[in-house]
Every structure is written in structure tokens, then in C-alpha cells.
């Protein structure tokens, strides 16, 4: 589980920072990406 400390878009706020979880609303295909440096 990731947890980020600033979140920077969150529509529809399927993710909660709190617990890193992220819950789809609508079932479906889901694609995540993020770029850490």
C-alpha cells in the first residue's frame, strides 16, 4: 500500500490518503501511474 503525504488530483475521491486505499465507484478497468523522484 501506498500512502502519499500530498496528493495533488483526487476526482471523484475514490483514494483516501489516510489509508492509501483507493475504492472504485464503478466497476471496471483501472489504470494507476505516478512518477517518483
Known amino acids: 500500500v501506498l ?3 500530498d496528493v495533488k488530483a483526487n ?3 475514490a483514494y483516501d490518503p489516510s489509508t ?3 475504492t472504485a465507484r464503478v466497476p471496471g478497468l483501472y ?3 505516478c512518477m517518483i523522484l
Request: net charge neutral; glycine share 16%.
Open 31 to 33: 489504470h494507476f501511474s
Open 3 to 5: 500512502k502519499f503525504d
Open 20 to 22: 492509501g486505499v483507493f
Open 11 to 13: 476526482r471523484g475521491e
